[in-house]
């Protein structure tokens, strides 16, 4: 009998110790996520969850939401879908918050929002941006980020203005970049250009010069890619090479990280590219955030903190909007609302995918990059046409 | 088998049928995560502990189960034809793989599974067409089958597991088994189809967690290749099983419960620590209780491997 109570002791313990969430129950409001404290996505985890508390912080100073204490419950997801389902399930049931902020990484998104769905719960994401998350009918899940689909409309628009007509679109063959291309093509249809070139690569490609000198023959005036960095990176070393011209020259990822100038020197000069927020953004409460978060916690924030912060104020708005936690009437405020917050506009359609936020359009004058798109955000004007290569 | 012997385990089955009664949903993932991780801590016992053969791959079947009913659910079949087909699958690629990789002996055979795994998520990433690639499968929920459907499928391939454990182990198939862990060499000599051997106890340790990789991709609701093919995962199927004790009926029951419940008490708290503790775990393991908790117990010193087949 030895072994029956031996055994049963080590599962009552295992189910005691499940139960000992700690709900709390005072009149604080309680916003409940999870954040990826390890795992692959462990550091821009961290820099999402700074944005969280600062928010949190500010909010508070601010004398809450409709006059109760805001209080952030969250639990470190590991970056795994399977434990991000988990952690939401705890938050709706177990701690019983009253609101919810989606995880990092489309890939525990789209786990944790069928659970928020299932529960009816509104979701505010703010981690994600593959357009797979708002392609399921979903009506609970509302995005901050600016999807891929729409990266580079603002670049597409410039080509228009400026006369430009033949476009040329290679993309590596992973979604993100394949959401880009569709979106490329969409836009390009509409704007009335002319898609002269398409195709895709291998993901780890880095060997463009069959391709470019196909392009080459063809003289587009536009080369756009749905690219990370070392493609992109790999791509205008080897325009440079066979001396392949075009006005612009656009990049998804690449162009918009740090390394891209340093590793390209001259080259880089005029690259355009995508970012999803900078700290040198023209919109109110831009520069008070960066300069506040700086001085909290002793680095320049990224996207992923702003995208923190961005996500409380969307809740603020909703709540001040609907003066309620009621999540029927704050599913419907989210539908409608239309803000802006220090990550961008937030302005979603009827799936609850972002459309309001536009693309931020980066590009490298002078050996470094600033925002030059939009041109109500921009911190710099547009260096155009693209310089020859013989006169650099 | 007396039945005092298998006393516990319907006691334990009887609890985990009754706790959707009493728990939350949260905990019900809880336990549910925790009978995964019993099903497939168990299996790797089955082909490992029994034979010593060491898989550093076993997550690989549960990579190819989780693709096969995702995708099978996606193409409309039933949630349990495709976690029954998931396990088929799992079944028939592990069947010619054994025939062919246990032949190899000592290392070799742990680096081939380590490959197979690797294998199995670079197809899971560069097949895009088929598989989505490196974005992975979203399920769509009106299809899923409920936490409660979940959960019951899990306990089902947990006692499986255990049962199948249990009844190897007092079976001819068993005493050979271990027969092989001691001296291959020996074992053929005195009779033992020991490559025949190796490759049914291989197949049958690949089929559970076929199935619960599918029951994974269900709960889940979407899967990627670098979640369902985990090495992390294998890691903490050896911990489990060294921990209880290896080659036992019991032992990575008590290793999966007491490695889920302390990871459930510190994760929340200390993100990082908990993947330390594991860490010192296994080295303490390792060097003080080589054979497992159930080497401690007293009760256990006179269940000797020589006794096995018949004994009471």
Redesign the interface.
Known sequence: M???H???A??G???A?????VPAQTKEIVVGTSVA??G?YARTGQEQLNGFQLWVEDVNRRGGLLGRKVRLAY??D?S???TG??LY??LI??DKVDLLIGPYS??VT??AS??A??HRFPIISAGAS?S??WA?GYKNVFGLYTPATTYMDQILALAKEKGLKRVALIHA????PRDVARGVEASAKRLGLELVFKEEYGKASTDFAAMILKIKALKPDVVVGGSYLPDSTAFMRQAREYQLYAKIFAFAVGPGLPDFGPNLGAIAEGVMGNSQWEPTLNLPGVKTFAKQYEQRYGHVPGYHAAGGYGAGQVLEAAVKMTRSFDRDKLRRALLKLDTTTAFGRYKVDATGMQLGKPGYTVQWIGGSRHVILPPSVAARKTTYPFKPWDKR | MSLKSI??GI??AL?AVA?PAM?????L???L??LMMIALAQSWNLISGMTGYVSLGHTAFFGVGAYAGALLLQWGFPWWLAIFKGAGIALLVAAPLGVLTLRLRGPYFAIAMLGLNEIGRLVATLW?DLT?????I????AR?PTLLQNYYTMLTLAVLATSLIAWVRYNRLGLELRAIREDEEAAEMVGVNTTRNKVIAFALSAVIPGAAGAV?AF??????P??VFAPALNIQMIVMVLLGGSGTV?GP??GA??V??LH??T??QF??LH?ALLGVLIVAIVLFLPKGILSL?P?RRRVRPDRAPGSP
């Open positions: 030895k072994r029956i031996f055994l049963l080590g599962f313990v295992g189910i110790l499940a139960s000992a969430g404290l390890t692959k639990y470190d590991e795994k879908p399977d389902a988990k399930e705890k049931t177990g489309s890939g789209l786990a069928t659970v769905e299932k593959s797979k998350i399921r063959d992973t979604a993100f | 006393a516990p006691v334990l609890l706790a728990a939350s949903d949260y905990q993932l809880f336990l995560q925790l895009v989505q690639g490196g974005d992975g979203p399920l769509s929920p899923l994974y709960y889940t609701s979407y899967i990627d670098v979640s019991w029951v008590i419960v007491l889920r419940t459930e008490l994760w929340a993100p990082a993947l117990a009760w």
